[in-house]
């Protein structure tokens, strides 16, 4: 069993700049293979970025890609987001998520452990 709490988001403008973190609970983090996502009013809840186990692999939206970096310390059982140069479009309840596994995961289905969400409001 896995409990994730991300914390981190608020209002931000434009080109602005927000660090999100997801800590979790349990001794085997660094099994698990880790993953942002976000979902704005109305639409899916979409892939930002995933990281395999030891952080050697990431991916990235192609919205995202050279704007924000998901990155973890194992030591602390913490997986982080940096989002750099922010847009209006990038508003969402941000969710992170955890599954046993050695692979970086992109699929939302496979997830099995979620945090409660962080809200990420860019103003324009």
């Known amino acids: 069993q896995v409990q994730l709490v991300e914390s981190g988001g608020g209002l931000v403008q434009a080109g602005g700049s927000l660090r999100l973190s997801c800590a979790a609970s349990?001794?085997?983090?660094?099994?698990?293979?880790m993953g942002w996502f976000r979902q704005a009013p109305g639409k899916e809840r979409d892939i930002v970025a995933a990281?395999?186990?030891?952080?050697?692999?990431?991916y990235y939206a192609d919205s995202v890609k050279g704007r924000f970096t998901i990155s973890r310390d194992n030591a602390k059982n913490t997986v982080y987001l940096q989002m750099n140069s922010l847009k209006p479009e990038d508003t969402a309840v941000y969710y992170c998520?955890?599954?046993?596994?050695?692979?970086?995961?992109?699929?939302?289905?496979?997830?099995?452990?979620w945090g409660q969400g962080t809200q990420v409001t860019v103003s324009s």
């Open positions: 349990g001794r085997t983090f660094s099994s698990y293979a």
């Open positions: 998520a955890a599954r046993w596994s050695r692979s970086y995961i992109t699929n939302v289905a496979h997830y099995n452990y």
């Open positions: 990281i395999n186990w030891s952080g050697g692999n990431t």
